[in-house]
């Protein structure tokens, strides 16, 4: 066997997953839901959920992403449900001091005996955190050095007895946290597309997470963030996200992905994409109803190609998985697309 792919799940922790329509599953983020889908995904063996961090929706119809539960707290919960799989919680710096952080993380990753990870979230939708009183004036500017100042304190509070740290950002005097986390390194994650975002990832993290709407795209931003690696000396492992329209055949698939086109949420999409767009200029081919990229519409063996290519192609160590209904999306995942994973050798 050669290289395999690490598979996971990207937990629907708001509400509709990553399909902004009106007529694709409409479902509300409940710590049972994604208790189910976790513990579907270890059944068939995948290796790891991700759970995002998300304080604000997108309005529309659809009212995307208005009700998500919090990742922290929910990784936390998963962690007597399933007893295998990683559990990679999200974290937004600017909202938390770095060393209350560090005692939550350390003690979700006593809870889940050694399997937490942490995904850095260093910016996103502005709206967000502003509505808390708790975004910084010009922050995009500075969010990387904000975020590896926070980063080095929650390390260092992780693996030394005291840490006295005088920042631009963070004063810390004579301060402790015990105990300690289970692992000894505890993997940080970090979704970027930036330059400054990789080398960000190249220096302090263990993983990174990125889209791309095209093979041409993940592959370019494999490709870098490998290269930044090797100059920084720092084995990084890449990951990405699949959204499957999955079905058994591709000619069902497609009349799946057609439905849900026919019922794009306009208002939700243009507030996503601040696009500004009005109903009659939106463009079903620019896919931009899928949140995170374009999706992959067929049935198995389509599923299953598109994963070796990222793989074999693109260099991808990890792929985040997405569906229209995460529960029948898995089942048939685990029934028809990972025997033939197997079989081509790509996962154990």
């Not at 497609?254 to 009005?278: K, L, P, S």
């Amino acid at each position: 066997m050669g290289r395999t792919i690490e598979l996971g799940v990207f937990l629907p922790v708001a509400n509709n997953g990553w399909i902004i329509s009106k007529t694709s599953p409409q479902y509300l983020p409940t710590f049972a839901l994604n208790r189910n889908i976790s513990k579907l995904a270890e059944l068939i063996g995948l290796d790891y959920v991700f759970s995002m961090a998300k304080w604000r929706g997108f309005g529309g119809a659809t009212n995307f992403w208005k009700y998500s539960i919090e990742s922290m707290m929910t990784m936390a919960g998963l962690a007597a449900e399933v007893h295998r799989v990683r559990l990679i919680a999200s974290v937004a710096p600017v909202l938390i001091h770095p060393a209350i952080f560090a005692k939550m993380a350390a003690t979700a990753d006593d809870i889940t005996g050694g399997r937490l990870g942490i995904n850095i979230v260093s910016a996103g939708n502005s709206g967000e955190y502003t509505q808390m009183g708790l975004y910084p004036e010009n922050f995009e500017a500075f969010r990387y050095d904000y975020t590896e100042e926070w980063l080095e304190i929650v390390k260092r509070l992780w693996t030394e007895d005291s840490v006295t740290f005088n920042g631009r950002h963070f004063t810390l005097d004579d301060c402790e946290s015990f105990p300690k986390p289970v692992q000894p390194t505890i993997p940080i994650v970090c979704a970027t597309a930036s330059e400054r975002g990789y080398r960000f990832v190249a220096e302090h993290c263990t993983d990174v997470f990125f889209g791309g709407a095209t093979v041409e795209v993940q592959k370019e931003r494999g490709h870098r963030i490998r290269e930044l690696s090797a100059t920084y000396g720092r084995p990084i492992k890449s990951h990405t996200q699949l959204i499957l329209i999955l079905a058994e055949s591709d000619a069902e698939a497609q009349r799946m992905f057609d439905r849900y086109v026919e019922g794009a949420d306009i208002e939700a999409i243009q507030q996503v994409w601040h696009t500004g767009a009005g109903e009659k200029s939106y463009d079903p081919k620019s896919l931009r109803l899928f949140y995170g990229g374009a999706p992959v519409v067929g049935g198995p063996e389509k599923a299953a190609d598109k994963i070796e290519q990222l793989l074999v192609d693109c260099e991808i160590d990890g792929i985040l998985l997405c569906f229209p209904d995460f529960i029948e999306g898995l089942e048939l995942f685990g029934a028809g697309v990972m025997p033939i994973l197997r079989k081509r050798g790509l996962v154990p």
